[in-house]
């Protein structure tokens, strides 16, 4: 029987001397990789010995990492669509200097294309869906014997062959989840965006799973995303109370899809940190559907002071393209209802979709003008496999297929980085010229300029990271 005693984790190398292979320096946010805690989290209740290597933020020469992989006895490893060929190339390393090694292989990408990594030869089990139940038990079943086929959501190789997986992990009460291992991560090297944080030190949570938007580009159209899941009001505080204690946290980012997608436990959650009398300021994402003015009212009055909504585009027949299920009008007056409560607003906003014409974008432009948002994230559209948008352009010659196995992208589309996509009615050049325009129009706008120098006249931080942004506007 082999003992499995040590477990090795992964987020594949992304930076080479301190900057990041993607293109976009200075004013990325840098967080922690929450997904691998979770599963470290889980493995330690186990009892293993577990380690996380984020090459976010830790710079190694991938044969160094593969030679520290000997001191392991299971390798597993994340890979998103734009950084999946990352961790093919560590693979192919680790499969030169460990070859014995067992490697899993999980994360978005993998979800879609489970038997990818075992065709190149690169792992021996690929994980579809969530990884926290699902890894413990390859562990057992590598250690006892057992017959993998048993394991749902696990694809993998086995004396040459290849076996699909069967069905999806998914977990069903996060209540039951241990707190992410954050202890095995190298905190003080990560950061919030300086330009939306208000106070340091600034850390992030998950509390929900999947999103019942289903979204048209959205990777969470996977069937183990369409089941939307919660952690409850008191569970996220006793994880809140930690980071306050454990990190001297200040401020919480909540990175849910839709923060906001179950009001009663948002109000729950509102009336326990308003009766902690924590220090605590925060804010959330979410969907212009799931808008309650009763609710904000609450979060607010707990701390929060703001919302970022996934608004995407200034055209309806792009909005109805995507599958929003809003209208401009609606944007408007959520938006204006927002800030009359005295929340920040955050709009995301996505150029370059099928079909989409420049008069279109530029309609999107002005739109994100118009609605006087406190700030606003553009970005360019990337089909992503497994969606419905995928399969809408992928036959179009201006598509690169599988640009996955020649491109490493941003998750943050930048326009110093190649396009895989442009519609038929916009060339390549032109789709930037407006990306640059649309960061142009907006952050150069009068009231926004002083925004931002009143809001770094009191944050040094904020201060330097708004004259990055702002260098960055002016060269283009």
């Given amino acids: ?42 493995l330690e209740e186990h009892g293993l010995e577990v380690d996380i290597f984020d090459g976010m933020v830790e710079s190694s020469p991938e044969k160094e990492i593969a030679l520290n992989t000997r001191r392991y006895d299971l390798v597993g490893i994340t890979a998103t669509t734009f950084q999946v060929l990352l961790a093919y190339r560590l693979l192919q390393e680790i499969r030169s200097q460990n070859p014995e090694i067992p490697v899993v292989i999980g994360g978005p990408h993998v979800s879609c294309f489970p038997l990818e990594p075992l065709e190149k030869g690169l792992a021996d089990f690929s994980v579809v869906g969530e990884g926290e139940e699902i890894l413990p038990e390859i562990i057992n079943a590598i250690e006892t014997r057992k017959d993998f086929s048993a394991l749902t959501g696990v694809a993998y190789r086995s004396e040459g062959r290849i076996y699909p997986a069967q069905g999806s992990g998914m977990v069903k009460d996060l209540d039951r989840l241990a707190f992410p291992a954050r202890h095995l991560l190298p905190m003080k090297k990560y950061r919030t965006s300086a330009v939306r944080t208000r106070r340091y ?146 709009g995301y906003f996505l150029f370059g979709y099928p079909t989409e014409t420049k008069a279109e974008i530029l309609d999107t432009i002005n739109f994100s003008r118009e609605l006087k948002l406190t700030d606003a994230t553009f ?7 497994g969606t419905d948008a995928y399969a809408l352009v992928k036959d179009e010659p201006e598509f690169r297929k599988e640009y996955w196995k020649e491109l490493v992208l941003s998750e943050i589309s930048f326009p110093r980085l190649p396009l895989v996509y442009h519609p038929r009615a916009v060339k390549e050049e032109e789709l930037l010229q407006l990306h640059r325009m649309a960061l142009r129009k907006f952050f150069l706008q009068p009231q926004q300029v002083f925004n931002k120098l009143s809001r770094g006249f009191k944050s040094y931080p904020v201060f330097k990271e708004s004259l990055k942004g702002l260098g960055s506007l002016l060269r283009g």
């Fill in 1 to 42: 029987m082999k003992k499995i005693s040590r477990v090795l984790l992964i987020n594949p190398p992304q930076i080479s001397a301190g900057k990041f292979l993607d293109g976009y320096q200075g004013t990325r946010p840098v967080l922690p990789p929450l997904g691998l805690a979770y599963i470290a989290a889980c």
């Fill in 379 to 385: 970005s360019l559209f990337v089909p992503l496999p």
């Fill in 201 to 346: 030190p600034a850390l992030s949570m998950i509390t929900s799973r999947g999103c019942s938007m289903q979204c048209s580009f959205c990777f969470n159209q996977l069937p183990y995303r369409k089941n939307l899941r919660f952690t409850c009001a008191e569970r996220i505080m006793e994880e809140i109370i930690e980071l306050v204690t454990r990190y001297g946290a200040k401020e919480i980012h909540f990175w849910d899809d839709n923060f906001l997608a179950n009001r009663p436990r948002a109000q729950r959650l509102a009336e326990i940190i308003k009766a902690s009398r924590i220090d605590l300021s925060f804010d959330c994402e979410a969907t212009i559907n799931s808008f309650d003015p009763q609710t904000l009212e609450k979060l607010k009055a707990a701390g929060c002071y703001g919302v970022s909504y996934g608004i995407e585009s200034g055209n309806q027949r792009i909005l109805d393209l995507m599958g929003k299920k809003i209208s401009l009008e609606q944007i408007r007056k959520v938006v204006r209802e927002t800030q009359k409560l005295g929340l920040d607003v955050r």
